[in-house]
């Protein structure tokens, strides 16, 4: 697991002890930003469920200005941090070890252009997310992104409220779904 282009080009990120994460593939990361393309210089991005914070970090080498990464277990937080300061990406960053869904339930305290949803699996955690960003679009800005990584045994159309599923991709044994707000 390495961070594909950007700045921190070529370092490797240390992976979460254990086998409870499900880190992205340079397949799929790449994919995922060639098609963010350029939007991502200057973006704000929300690596949901962080992990590794591959993606995350993967934003910031490319130019976002800003991502906040946050996970529920002390491992993954203290992952997340080292691989910043790995990459020379910190100042840039915030890692919060906290409970995600009840983050998406609070009041917002800034918008986000992109927000990357890829829970543990098979534990209807990325439908419940997304339930509560819909809840809370608030966390969205106004021509952001959500995008959901999961297997595509989990993978069912949602039905909200305030957000719309625009496209769908599949890369082996993973689905990036892509969700914005609804016209309103």
Do not use: C
């Not at 914070?53 to 906040?68: F, M, N």
């Not at 809840?135 to 045994?153: E, F, R």
């Amino acid at each position: 697991m390495r961070v594909i282009s950007g700045t921190a080009k070529g370092r490797r990120l240390r992976p979460v002890p254990g086998t409870d994460t499900r880190p992205i593939t340079d397949r799929v990361k790449e994919a995922l930003f060639d098609i963010v393309g350029p939007d991502v210089v200057d973006s704000a991005w929300w690596d949901v469920f962080g992990g590794t914070g591959a993606v995350g970090i993967e934003a910031l080498s490319r130019g976002a200005a800003y991502a906040r990464f946050t996970d529920l277990h002390r491992g993954p937080v203290e992952t997340m941090g080292a691989n910043l300061l790995l990459t020379g990406l910190r100042d840039r960053a915030e890692v919060r070890q906290a409970n995600a869904l009840s983050l998406m339930a609070a009041r917002p305290d800034r918008q986000f252009e992109y927000v990357f949803v890829a829970p543990p699996q098979y534990q209807g955690l990325w439908s419940r997310a997304l339930a509560a960003l819909d809840a809370n679009d608030s966390w969205l800005s106004p021509d952001g992104w959500i995008v959901a990584q999961l297997h595509p045994k989990e993978y069912l159309p949602l039905e909200l409220t305030h957000l719309a599923e625009f496209d769908t991709r599949k890369y082996g044994t993973t689905v990036l779904a892509f969700f914005e707000r609804k016209v309103r």
